[in-house]
């Protein structure tokens, strides 16, 4: 078990009284974001299975590369807008691609598709030509179209490996939340399975078998078998769930180990918490990093990288950083300017970039890039409150 030095932790699992109801349904005070006019359900932009998008459908702001994107270029959903934006890692941004409001997670499949939740329903990128395919509006009422850190819609998305399905966790205010199944074919979502609330995060397993939606508000991930797509709840709360929804101490993002098929959800820069999502049982190892936990990502290798916001506690907790963990436990953890969310991996597995979108306040319009042999970090700016973050 991790060393807790604080016996103050407990203490700090209510969010104040005197916030609303709607921000005690968060991780920690709201980012404040405008609501939109719209509370119409859009349609797609294609009709299934057509290559052409919609007249306004797409709007890129730089012509694309001839061969399209090069190796090791970044694609971000802009979360503050309503665009996913195109970044060379040494230059910046070199187009946007409009796709809907609010992006959050994004997938890209080996054909070059790149599909994002947004809060009108999943985009289908062409990341070669820089156009969106369509929009595949969600069959789950998640209500008016709104931006900001609770809006509802799209939030974790993910690819089955084989490429014909794609799952994505929809966020629906004051409830439990669904996973949605979108045959990538035919562009339309097949089935609904009920999930818990506020899924932050979507993982599948490395056989395509199972589909894991880390619910942030329940405290819990639910495992989904592919075939029959039938959930299972399994609990995930190191800290207990005092506090129910305005607790601080819940999980965000999942990886999937890929050495044994184990999830791993950071918590707190402290708790590393372990799950085999077969039996559903639950070990803890210690993390050194002392701060508010987000972004989780792993490499081929196994080693893990999460991303830290922050404290929530200044007199006791450490500020933003990257933690980079090795198989065996072993840590470094680089230090980073003000909050971030989410993390990618270079494929030579030497550069780390980071979003600085964040879900709450402090956010900024751009990436840190991290060289994970150095230590040096840079920043860069790129994109509208980029969230989620995929290498092509």
Sequence with gaps: MPKIRRASRATRVLVPAVLSVAVLAGCAQGSGGAASASGTKPSAGVSPGSASPTAGSSATVTPAPAGGPAPGTLLVSDFGSDTVTFVDPERGATGSVKVGTAPYGLAVGEDGRAWVATAEGVAVVDTATRQRLALIPYETDAGPVTTGEYRGGGMGIALAPDGRRAYVGVHVPDGNGALEV???AALRVTDTVPVGRRPFDVDVSRDGAEVYATNHDSFDVTVVTAGTLEPRRVEVAPYGTEGG???WLKPHYTAVRP?????????EGERLAVVDPRTGRTTIEPMTADTHQHGATVTADGTLLTVGTGPIDPDVDRGPSLTVRSP???ERVYPLEGPHESVAVSEDGRTAYVTGGFTRDGYWDGLSVVDLDSGE???LAAGSRPLGIVVL
């Design 377 to 379: 970090t840079r920043r």
């Design 245 to 247: 929804l305005g607790s």
């Design 328 to 330: 065996g436990g072993a």
């Design 182 to 184: 979108i045959d990538t």
């Design 259 to 267: 050495s044994d098929g184990k999830l791993l959800l950071p918590f």
